[in-house]
Structures are given as structure tokens and as C-alpha cells.
């Protein structure tokens, strides 16, 4: 028996791998598009068959496609959503532009294993054709942008729980260290008292509000052109095809996905991913301050900072040993990193949208699902693995609080910025704190010195005489 089957499209025919669920389309991307080696993410391919599977439904009850096609395409989107038949998207991320090959492999499985499903086999197109049934009334210009906001939309969901999580830990961090005195410090250099507990739950709030960014850009990508076939138009769709698809999707998803009001408008632009990208952008900007804050803090530990400890994960050295790393700190930095770099990616590719269609989507789907996976993941591990584990070293913060020559600002209501100044640079040149320059010279009582610098009244809001 033959191990191939031979298939046609418009540019001739070609041999196919016999038990290939793929077809000509898709065997021709591999050969045009043999690029990276990467393949579609999941929520991907998901999306585009909950799209399908929705659309199969509709057709079927508008009486667009015969009800026993129906049924089978159905059940073949049921069974790969599944699990089954993962191997057989095979084409490159870096494709063709719009998606059309990615499109096309979804038609060309879907098909065959349908046709599998009434009993015939693969490659039997007269039976059940990847265009003419499976894609009736679609068009990868509608097709492949809702398939990315439906698929940025559910992975979304599971960051939002992990950036939540985060959020939290940092915040109950700072409850946690709440009585810790520490040395503040601007430029780099010493500055009035603050407890490591402010400075952690600012990050924890600082992060609840990169949260609520993303899902204000999460709705903008629950808008959905669907229905608006090649050119925005509708053509060859039923009047209630896309609003029974998108109520399809909403059943399945359990998420508010919603027609738009202008077809055009939504195969034009891919602003809402453009959106959802810059919020996570600024994310990562925000996590690598944070993580370049956490790296300096417990810098050494013996010629550094090293008012926290981070949990240990890794020896940190092949050749220095018993050194240990900011290593958690130093992983979410580089995410951080690819994602802003993404963005610029994905900002260059929307701009690149022209007239009635965007053609490089293909690029977007991949940096965009790419880089919430790999921030959602990052994000997980930091938590449990470094965040979660962070101890404080009272001792060195409250001497760092206690010799901060920036604890003369305590002194300007009471001696004037001038003189405060004085001081500072005395006590800097004859190394000694504050409170011993202070006392030396006799300038405030012992009762009122020892009033004056509770160093926790300093870290709140307050004139002191």
C-alpha cells in the first residue's frame, strides 16, 4: 500500500504522508516555511477551534452546510481540544502573512478527521471539504485576529491569577516587615528613615496596579470581528452568522466576548493587542525595578547591602565556592526584558497594517502569546522561589537607619537647613552618626534627642520639634 495520497490545489498536486490529518496547504508551508522550529502556542490552536466549532454550529443551524457535516466538525473540534491529533499544526510561526497557511492546517485536520468520522477517509474532500465546509463563510482576514484575542484573552486569565498572586505576597512581605527601620535611600545614597514594610507593600500595590492595566486591555481584545470574511464586508455570511458565533464562544469561554459594531474597523486595526502588549510592557518595567530594588537589597552579604536574604536555589558560582545568587531576581529580569523587546516588535507590526488587513498577525500571535506565557510563568516561580521566602536582616537596617548622615533633615525645624547642613558634614568628617555629633555639641537635650529621632515616628508623615 501507499504511504502517500496524492492531493491538489490551484499551483498542482502533491504526494502527502498517508496518515497526515494536514493536507497540501499545510504540506507546502513546510516546505516554504522551514524558519524557526517553533510551532503555534496551545491557546492558540484552542482558539481556532472554538472558533471553528462555533462556526460549524451556526452554519449548520442556518442551514449554510448539511447538519451531518456539521456534527462531525464539531466532534472533531471536541477531540483535539482534547488532546488529540496536538502534532498535526505544523506550520513555522514565521509563515506566510495573515496566517493563511496556520489557517489553512486547521481546516485541512479539521476536515479529514471529520471525514474520518463518517466513515471515509482522508484526503475524500468531495466528502467533507476544508474551504467549502469547514471554512464556510470565514476567511483568515476574520478568522486569524479574533482567533488571537480569543486566545490573548484566555491566557490572560490565568496571568491575572499569577500577577495577582504576586501582588499579594509582596503586600503581606510588607506586613511581615513592618516594624523594620531601615535607611532609605535617593540616588543611591543614604536618605531619611522608612520600614522595609513600606517599601514592600509599594511593590505589591505598584503591581495591583499594572493588574488593573492589563485588564482594562483584556476587554478592548473581547471585541470581536468575526463575520467580516475577506474584506470587512461579510460577504457570503448569514446576517445572524457572527452574533451566533460569538454567543457560541461566550458559552464556551465563559468570557464576554462581544461582536464590534464596524467589521472594517476591527479587520483594520489590532490596536486592542497593541494595547494589551504596551500593558504588559510596562509590567515588566515595573518588575525589573523591582527586581534591581530586591538585587541591591541584599547585595554581599558582606560588602554589600544585604538587609534581606533571598531564599537560596542554585550555587552561584562554578569556581567561587559557597557563593549564592539573586538568581530568581536575575531570571525575571531577562523575561522582563524579552517582553519589552517584543513590544517593539508587535508595535512595529500593528503600525504595518495596511488598508483592509493587517498581514502581520502572524508575528503578533506568536510575541504576544509568547511573551504572556513566559511572564506567567516567571511570575509563578518568583513567587514561590524567591518572594515568598525573603527574610529581613534587622540588625544591618536598623544600623544603617541609626548612621544615615541624612538624619539631619530632622533638624531643619528646628535649626534651619543651613546649620542641619553643618552638622551632616561634621559628622561625616569625623565619621561618627548624627545623634553623636548632636550630643557632642550639646545642641538638643538628652530627652528631647532621644524624642526627636524615634526613628519609626520618622517613617510617617509630620513636623518634628
Known amino acids: 500500500m501507499s504511504a502517500t495520497r496524492i492531493e491538489k490545489d490551484s499551483l498542482g498536486s502533491k504526494e502527502i504522508p498517508k496518515e497526515a490529518y494536514y493536507g497540501i496547504n499545510a504540506a507546502r508551508a513546510i516546505e516554504n516555511f522551514p524558519i524557526s522550529g517553533l510551532r503555534s502556542h496551545p491557546y492558540f490552536i484552542d482558539s481556532f477551534l472554538l472558533i471553528k466549532k462555533a462556526a460549524a454550529k451556526a452554519n449548520q443551524d442556518l442551514g449554510l452546510i448539511p447538519k451531518d457535516i456539521g456534527r462531525a466538525v464539531m ?8 488532546g488529540a491529533l496536538r502534532d498535526q499544526f505544523v506550520v513555522d510561526v514565521f509563515q506566510m502573512g495573515a496566517g493563511t497557511a496556520l489557517h489553512m492546517n486547521v481546516n485541512e485536520v479539521l476536515a479529514n478527521r471529520a471525514i474520518e468520522i463518517l466513515g471515509g477517509e482522508k484526503g475524500d474532500y468531495e466528502k467533507i471539504n476544508p474551504n467549502d465546509h469547514v471554512n464556510y463563510g470565514q476567511s483568515t482576514n476574520d478568522v486569524v485576529p479574533t482567533a488571537i484575542r480569543v486566545g490573548v484573552r484566555l491566557l490572560l486569565e490565568d496571568l491575572f491569577a499569577v500577577l495577582d498572586s504576586l501582588s499579594k505576597e509582596f503586600i503581606k512581605k510588607g506586613k511581615e516587615f513592618d516594624d523594620v527601620i531601615k535607611s532609605a535611600r535617593t540616588h543611591l545614597q543614604d536618605a531619611v528613615p522608612i520600614r522595609l514594610g513600606q517599601e514592600f507593600t509599594a511593590y505589591g500595590l505598584t503591581l495591583q496596579k499594572a493588574l488593573h492595566r492589563i485588564q482594562d486591555a483584556a476587554k478592548e481584545v473581547e471585541e470581536l470581528g468575526i463575520g467580516g470574511s475577506a474584506a470587512g464586508t461579510g460577504l457570503n455570511t448569514h446576517p445572524d452568522y457572527r452574533h451566533i458565533v460569538v454567543e457560541e464562544l461566550n458559552k464556551a469561554t465563559r468570557i464576554s466576548f462581544r461582536p464590534t459594531n464596524d467589521l472594517r474597523e476591527a479587520m483594520q486595526s489590532q490596536r486592542p493587542l497593541s494595547e494589551v502588549s504596551s500593558a504588559l510592557k510596562n509590567l515588566a518595567v515595573e518588575l525589573t525595578r523591582i527586581c534591581n530594588d530586591l538585587r541591591l537589597l541584599c547585595s554581599g552579604p558582606t560588602t554589600g547591602f544585604a538587609e534581606i536574604v533571598l531564599p537560596v536555589v542554585q550555587a552561584g558560582s562554578s569556581i567561587m565556592p559557597g557563593k549564592v545568587n539573586p538568581s530568581m531576581a536575575e ?15 508587535i508595535t512595529l507590526a500593528i503600525q504595518a497594517g495596511q488598508l483592509e488587513l493587517n498581514v502581520m498577525t502572524p508575528l503578533v500571535a506568536f510575541d504576544l502569546f509568547f511573551s504572556i506565557e513566559i511572564l506567567k510563568n516567571a511570575m509563578r516561580v518568583f513567587t514561590e522561589r524567591c518572594v515568598s521566602g525573603i527574610v529581613s536582616n534587622i540588625e544591618k537596617c536598623r544600623h544603617y537607619a541609626e548612621m544615615s548622615l541624612s538624619l539631619g533633615t530632622v533638624l531643619n525645624p528646628i535649626i534651619g537647613y543651613a546649620k542641619a547642613a553643618e552638622i551632616v558634614k561634621e559628622a561625616l568628617v569625623k565619621n561618627k552618626s548624627i545623634i553623636e555629633t548632636i550630643r557632642e555639641k550639646n545642641l538638643v537635650p538628652e530627652k528631647k534627642l532621644k524624642e526627636l529621632f524615634d526613628l519609626k515616628k520618622l517613617t510617617e508623615p509630620g513636623v518634628h520639634k
Open 75 to 82: 466532534q472533531a473540534c471536541d477531540e483535539i481540544l482534547k
Open 331 to 345: 531570571m525575571l529580569n531577562m523575561v522582563s526584558f524579552q517582553i519589552m523587546g517584543h513590544d517593539q516588535a
